[in-house]
């Protein structure tokens, strides 16, 4: 049995009951290390599962998975997941892969929390978002800015949009790859500032009053453990604020933010008569 | 503290490893009873967690929540719901309460897994989701339809919508307390089967082809649970399909389904040859 479990969102401790047996008694551990991150070390993570755990890097996921279900048809192998297992595609693909095997290899999912749901931390009712959208590191020629259509397309709902940030984990320096060494970048997470200030440099440009200087957004830092943080401002603000280590995310709100979502997000406002009067201008189920 | 904590999907066995430490140290225990059921009676959950736990119905929640935020500015007070703390405003209505509450009530929230992303189980990808939606019991002469304005929008942007169905638990018999007893009706949870036949009919009055008989759909029940059972189809074959044991919830499929998300949702169709021909000729991203 491959079971895909998630371990939730802050430490070694958001792990189900059941998802930790689990760990316990597998033959071999396996943890995804490239869409996310937990905010402690591999350490510590062992230290409390009484387990080694392998790290799956990308490669290994998409290219080699057979490595990683390896005798699975007959023996219990557990591959761990941060955050919600379908909250990346690629598990789905693992998951094909079992079908596809001969045998075939059952699986079975954990869920646990996810960004997509912790989000409401920020007052803001979950059924008021639109489809999530990711941001990406911009460099000097590559901009991509695909999101800012799908951000539009939410705006004409006046839904909100959770844009989940970029991280970097064991990129290879193309510099050093060019003299044919393989070394490893140091990782690298996008801060809700750098997110906040890309989205307005495309504002910029593409001009449709998306994305703006003056929207309304919340910041958010490592969701659901004992050092979260949230800060609520416009996008001008939050290109300003440090909210400390990463995970980051944003949530870009929604005209039909109603009054129940503002009283509770004004809290965590930048500058709270800024925010007030802001919604009350351009917000308030204003769609 | 109030600590809001997260019990997942199923069992007792999906709660954090964290949340089960808070629940067995704190002084009072509750469970929100309403909005969501877990699949084991509360026995069970006492049981494992060696705590008994207190009830805790809409009418305590939203009249008497002085009873459950007592002394919470010294001591510690657990209050448990299944799924995730912030897919239920009303947990947010008490965390706002904690902060007017003279002296502020410090609150800590504990994520876990939530069908809001558990739905993943389906092969649809969670960044083609729309607005989630309701759906409550019709009557004779209570028929209420918003949903479908609601899922109108995301097709507008060929997004998937996720429906979540209508559950009665201690709802009093209406003909009892007219004769002044107040007697209590078993519960009901809305089944796939229902929540599809209510979508057809509406779309029978209002005719803008939202969710009509041949529209793609996918039914789940007891996600996260060994006995998790997905069904997909069109909503006439859903109309008829029994899924088994609650909780059960659906999705409607967006036109922006691409191959990987049909390629996997497939395996659970009712009909695969049918599903296979209105995929292709009403979806496969024609938006």
Not at 29 to 52: F, I, K
Not at 230 to 251: C, K, M
Request: hydrophobic letters at 40%; proline letters at 4%; a negative charge.
């Amino acid at each position: 049995m491959l079971y895909v479990i998630g371990l939730g969102l802050a430490d070694e401790r958001d792990v189900s009951t059941k998802g930790l047996e689990i760990i316990r008694r597998a033959e071999r551990v396996y943890l995804e290390s490239y869409t996310a991150v937990l905010l402690v070390d591999q350490q510590q993570l062992e230290a409390y599962y009484g387990r080694s755990v392998i790290l799956a890097d990308r490669e290994m996921v998409e290219s080699q998975s057979d490595e990683i279900l390896a005798d699975a048809h007959r023996i219990d192998v557990a591959f761990l997941v941060v955050g919600d297992p379908f909250s990346a595609t690629t598990h789905t693909d693992l998951a094909l892969r079992c079908r596809q095997h001969d045998p075939p290899i059952p699986t079975r999912t954990l869920p646990n929390a996810s960004i997509l749901t912790a989000v409401g931390a920020t007052g803001l009712s979950l059924y008021n978002f639109g489809q999530t959208v990711s941001m990406v590191f911009f460099t000097d020629d590559w901009k991509p800015d695909s999101f800012y259509d799908r951000i539009a397309e939410n705006n004409t709902l006046g839904l909100h949009t959770l844009v989940l940030l970029d991280i970097k984990v064991k990129e290879p320096d193309l510099k050093a790859l060019a003299r044919g060494k393989i070394i490893y970048e140091p990782p690298r997470f996008m801060s809700v500032a750098q997110c906040a200030s890309q989205m307005v440099e495309v504002e910029e440009t593409r001009q449709q009053s998306v994305c703006g200087k003056e929207k309304l957004a919340i910041g958010v830092a490592r969701l659901g453990s004992d050092g979260e943080r949230i800060v609520a401002g416009t996008l001008q603000e939050l290109s300003d604020a440090d909210l400390g280590p990463p995970l980051h995310s944003l949530v870009l709100c929604g005209k039909r933010m109603h009054e129940m979502e503002w009283e509770y997000a004004r809290e965590f406002a930048i500058d709270r008569e800024g925010f007030d009067r802001i919604w009350k201008r351009d917000y308030a189920g204003k769609v």
